[in-house]
């Protein structure tokens, strides 16, 4: 089996390698090819990539190359891990929201906007060079905004899931918090991607036992501290909201936190460097510990079992995706891509049923929606009155002069990654 990583020279990436490493009899590679424009990075993840392999008896064949097409060619699957712009526009995309009173932030509002303008074009012209080459490759898209990106994968007839790491890592903290396996924990998640919630948490499958009450009586707090959000909110609501939901629940309170501290971009951007450092060391076989500070957490795990699952391998029969909704939820398209339990196989994923949205969530989820509608029109058509729209649409921005003063501000941070610009 191949499978090809476009963003290869990601930081991320040993802890993907680990996961196919330790996970190698869920999903048996046979070459794994790392694909990346930038050579000096690539060499040194390429580098302690193998090393990992070898240190954990992986057999694979580890490649590194700055050709996507012969990367992907002959891929069963192809894993995009992509930030076009890079560190430095991300800075970009936390900062200058916050000139005009709105969250500064990679994914959520204006500047998850920016993000989605500069790569979903991108995104689409590696998925039809994977087509040409692997027609029957499935693309795995864990490229933030994922929800955008996923949708505009399957409205060009692309074979493509979205895959995020907030359900997982809500599972192996449950599983912590019960103590039991992991695989044991099934999640009630319903919504968009980053805009979740956890309805349930169920001990043994989709019927069991709903321990949702018990985890936040026991632990509420802990809970609590982890989304950074009271804990009254908590019970009050009876669910666990994914900790996106803060930028909407606490907006006014984030703006002012954001203008009082260094921002995550730079914060990583740091971490970046110390990263590449470590990996430059030929004595390192293993993912060091501080990559877990960088985020991504338990990410390699649930793309082992995405790819083993779409490439009929062992990977589990249900798993939380992006994927079109058909239905799922009724107050929505069937082309809108929703993030919920589905059961995944060769033929791709479809969406579990789900119990009625309560009109407390349904409606930001169709909020939100609506405004991905938008942003992807945006980033199909251009045009600063398609950003305009985007922006006055989303719920942290509704207003005409704000969405006026960020559209100036996103075309002007942006216009190098812009055609139409």
Not at 285 to 294: I, N, T, V, Y
Not at 327 to 354: H, K, M, N, W, Y
Not at 364 to 375: F, G, M, P
Request: charged residues 25%; aromatic residues 6%; negative net charge.
């Amino acid at each position: 089996m191949k499978l090809a990583v476009v963003g290869g020279g990601s930081t991320y990436t040993p802890e993907l390698v680990d996961g196919f490493a330790r996970l190698r009899d869920t999903l048996p590679i046979g070459e794994l090819v790392l694909v990346d424009p930038a050579a000096d990075r690539l060499e040194l993840i390429g580098g302690l990539a193998r090393r990992i392999f070898a240190r954990q008896g992986h057999p694979g064949l580890v490649t590194t190359t700055a050709d996507l097409d012969a990367g992907v060619d002959g891929a069963d699957a192809v894993l995009l891990q992509l930030r076009v712009g890079g560190q430095a526009a991300r800075q970009q995309d936390e900062t200058w929201p916050l000139e005009c009173g709105c969250v500064g932030q990679e994914t959520t509002g204006a500047g998850g906007l920016a993000k989605a303008l500069r790569t979903v074009p991108v995104v689409l012209d590696i998925a039809e060079r994977v087509r040409r080459s692997s027609p029957r490759a499935w693309i795995i898209d864990f490229t933030n905004p994922v929800g955008i990106v996923t949708r505009a994968l399957l409205q060009a007839g692309h074979r493509a899931v979205g895959l995020c790491n907030v359900a997982i890592g809500f599972q192996r903290k449950f599983a912590g918090l019960l103590d039991v396996t992991p695989d044991a924990v099934h999640l009630d998640h319903v919504g968009l991607n980053h805009l979740t919630w956890e309805r349930g948490v169920r001990l043994g499958g989709p019927e069991g036992e709903d321990v949702l009450p018990k985890l936040l009586a026991e632990h509420g707090d802990a809970i609590a501290d982890d989304l950074r959000l009271p804990r009254e909110v908590l019970d009050r609501l009876g669910v666990v909201p994914s900790y996106y939901l803060r930028y909407f629940y606490a907006h006014d309170e984030v703006v002012r936190e954001l203008g009082t501290k260094p921002s995550r971009a730079a914060e990583v951007a740091a971490m970046e460097r110390e990263l590449l450092r470590m990996y430059g060391d030929p004595a390192l076989d293993e993912k060091p510990e501080l990559l877990a500070k960088r985020g991504g957490a338990f990410y390699s795990e649930a793309a082992v079992d995405l790819a083993a699952a779409l490439l009929g391998g062992a990977g589990p029969g249900t798993q939380v995706v992006n994927t079109y909704n058909r239905g799922t939820l009724p107050f929505l398209p069937d082309d809108a891509v929703i993030e919920v339990q589905a059961a995944v196989g060769r033929s791709g994923a479809s969406p579990l049923a789900v119990p009625e949205l309560d009109p407390l969530y349904a409606g930001l989820v169709a909020h939100v929606s609506a405004y991905e509608d938008l942003a992807l029109e945006a980033a199909l058509r251009g045009g600063r009155d398609r950003v305009f729209k985007a922006l006055l649409a989303h719920p942290l921005i509704g207003q005409y002069a704000a969405a006026e003063g960020l559209t100036d501000r996103l075309i002007a941070h942006n216009r190098e990654h812009l055609a139409w610009a």
